[in-house]
């Protein structure tokens, strides 16, 4: 009977970032390089989960998964991708959205449009990589300067609806109704 292998904790915090980098760095939408909803999604690419796998390639230039340029590289694919073809919401992306074309793929029936969780997520990941890339060279000056435009065109109090909350979903067809 074959015995379990034993691992330091050490080992075992390093085998569970390389894989969670691992799924997140092979399974990235290969026109976008967001993260694919599972790794059965074909086109089928999702706002929060990419925030999520953009903290991943963080992890995997610190830890040397991957090099600086290569992390660098994916990251200026998904920002010029998230710029230039992903259909937004006053700024706000939708939870998923197709990788190649940037169209809207609705979550549920009135889930068509915004939704601020989700981008939310992915503002996290974007931020935290325009935090990481500080050198004073033109790929990661881009990235930064992408971050900002991004994070900045985000009508955030567009949803507050004049109130001291943020709500969750918008629609252009359905306005407010899933909150």
């Keep these: 009977t074959p015995q379990p292998v034993t691992l330091s904790d050490d080992s ?6 390389q894989r969670t980098f691992k799924y997140f760095w092979d399974f990235g939408h290969p026109v976008s390089g967001l993260s694919r ?22 992890v995997g ?3 040397n998964f991957i090099s600086r340029e290569d992390g660098l590289n ?15 919401y006053h700024g706000a992306y939708p939870h998923w959205f197709n990788g190649t074309s940037g169209a809207t793929i609705p979550f549920s029936q009135f889930d068509d449009g915004a939704d601020l969780v989700e981008t939310s ?4 990941g974007l931020l935290c990589a325009r935090q990481f890339f500080t050198k004073n060279n033109n790929s990661e000056k881009k ?4 971050v900002d435009y991004l994070f900045n065109r985000v009508e955030w109090d567009f949803f507050q609806k004049n109130e001291e909350v943020l709500y969750w ?3 252009e067809k359905y306005g407010w109704k899933m909150n």
């Excluded at 075992?12 to 970032?17: A, G, I, K, M, S």
């Excluded at 909803?37 to 963080?58: A, P, Q, Y």
């Excluded at 994916?74 to 073809?85: A, G, N």
């Excluded at 990235?143 to 992408?146: D, E, G, T």
């Design 61 to 63: 230039i610190q830890r």
């Design 169 to 171: 979903h918008w629609s």
């Design 12 to 17: 075992l915090l390093t085998l569970v970032q």
């Design 74 to 88: 994916r990251l200026i694919q998904i920002t010029d991708f998230l710029t230039d073809k992903v259909i937004t």
């Design 121 to 124: 997520y992915l503002m996290m």
């Design 37 to 58: 909803e599972r790794n059965t999604s074909g086109d089928v690419c999702t706002s929060g989960g990419s925030g999520f796998g953009i903290m991943s390639i963080l």
């Design 143 to 146: 990235l930064r300067n992408q």
